[in-house]
């Protein structure tokens, strides 16, 4: 397979953000100087990179690499009392600028959208049957106008996509919601992050056709492998999503179950030019961080 794609990688296989335990006490520089090594051209962000646009591309320049994007936490999926849609679209913009002005100066042409509106991804305790669901059409409908709004916003002013990242524990977790995402949204202001890890735990065992469906609003990819005997017991006893990411839900491209050759081969013949972000959330007291990242990076270049 020839074909002109960067491969780069999200900092949470050596620190995690949503449970510091996990490698916090480990230096920016590590996962800097070790992804570079592996061959990785770019990274994601996380907690422990520069804030501000100019510190940001100082710190990636030292190792030769490129910002990729980095996540945003949105709050569009639930109104506050007495909030229109245009006063949630005000907020989140204004609450979005430091951030994407960032992106923005360092290159990045997507934004992970996470939406943070209810979710209980980050609650340890709360089994991810408990997650938000949309009661109604005009609930989801209202949530589609806002993202939409929002969405063109950020072209407009940044020149930034938005890639949303359907996500466990959040209003859009299974395969119907983000067919429903997708249905309601504007294929020109709103645009899809395609997570294989996510799908799979989400529900889609084969994450192809899921993937296959939506190539067209596909802008941004997180090649994450799942273990599906760890799900089993997510399902089977109530885990939330943190109890499953401690327990090795997630690991690299090459540990797991997916076919990513059939994903590859997919976002290929469509003419997906984005970046492939290797991403698995896991303990690297167990899933060492070099040797992961190191799997991960060949697993997907030897596709490539």
């Known amino acids: 397979m ?3 794609v960067r491969i780069g990688i999200n900092p949470i296989s050596w620190m995690n953000d949503d449970l510091p335990e996990l490698g916090g006490e480990t230096p920016l520089e590590v996962a800097l100087s070790e992804g570079c090594e592996i061959g990785y051209a770019g990274f ?16 990636l320049d030292e190792y030769g690499l490129a910002c990729v994007s980095g996540w945003y936490s949105g709050f569009l999926a ?25 992106l923005q100066f360092n290159g990045v042409k997507v934004v992970v959208y996470g939406e943070c509106g209810g979710t ?4 340890i305790k709360t089994p991810l049957a408990k997650r938000p669901r949309f009661a109604t059409d005009a609930l989801w409908r209202a949530y589609a106008e806002r993202l939409n709004a929002f969405g063109a916003h950020l072209i407009a002013t940044y020149g930034v996509k938005l890639a949303y990242h359907h996500h466990m524990g959040a209003y859009v977790q299974s ?26 735990f ?23 492998d799942v273990r599906p005997q760890v799900i089993a017991m997510a399902r089977n006893e109530s885990w939330s999503f943190l109890t499953g990411v401690l327990n090795g839900v997630f690991t690299v491209p090459g ?16 003419g997906y030019t984005g970046w ?29």
């Open 2 to 4: 020839n074909w002109n």
């Open 44 to 59: 994601e962000l996380g907690n422990k990179f520069p804030k501000d646009g100019p510190g940001l591309k100082a710190k």
């Open 78 to 102: 639930e109104l506050a009392p007495e909030q229109t849609n245009e006063d949630a679209v005000a907020a989140e913009i204004e609450r979005c600028r430091a951030h994407l002005s960032k």
């Open 120 to 123: 209980i991804q980050g609650e």
């Open 175 to 200: 395969p119907e919601d983000i067919d429903t995402l997708m249905a309601l949204t504007d294929p020109s202001k709103v645009f899809l992050l395609f997570d294989t890890g996510h799908a799979y």
């Open 202 to 224: 989400g529900g889609a065992t084969d994450p192809l056709p899921l993937l296959q469906k939506h190539l067209s609003r596909v802008v941004h990819v997180h090649c994450k």
């Open 255 to 270: 540990d797991g179950a997916i076919d990513f050759a059939a994903v590859l081969a997919a976002l290929q013949t469509y």
């Open 276 to 304: 492939l972000v290797v991403e698995a959330e896991q303990d690297p007291a167990v899933a060492p961080s070099y040797a992961y990242a190191k799997k991960g990076f060949e697993t997907l270049r030897a596709l490539i």
